[in-house]
């Protein structure tokens, strides 16, 4: 059985933790920056995910730089962090595959 692509498995995170409950108060959304970029939003309540450790990650972007604005689309940066019951990254305009891959890496750990 070949492995899904990042998207794919975002899907079927996703859908794995529909029970007809969490879905109605929670879930994954994807969204435009203006600076611009992607934003991906992933609520950890009632996952097996929440309350795990996440270093944070600043590529491309000092912490000190938050929020990032102005940058360039050619410019690659990365920005993920856990706040509260939330993952939440932020990237470039073309990043938002690895801003995926990122959110997987951590969860299937």
Not at 36 to 65: A, C, R
Not at 72 to 90: A, I, M, N, Q, Y
Request: include cysteine; aromatic fraction near 12%.
């Amino acid at each position: 059985m070949s492995t899904p692509d990042d998207l794919t498995w975002l899907m079927q995170w996703y859908l794995a933790h529909c029970d007809e409950d969490w879905e109605h108060q929670y879930g994954v959304n994807i969204d435009t920056l203006d600076n611009p970029g992607w934003s991906l939003k992933v609520d950890l309540q009632d996952t097996s995910l929440n309350g795990l450790p996440f270093t944070p990650i600043y590529e491309g972007v000092s912490e000190k730089e938050q929020p990032v604005q102005g940058l360039d689309g050619d410019v690659p940066w990365l920005v993920c962090r856990v706040e509260g019951s939330h993952f939440k990254g932020w990237c470039g305009p073309r990043d938002l595959g690895r801003l995926i891959a990122t959110f997987r890496s951590w969860a299937d750990r």
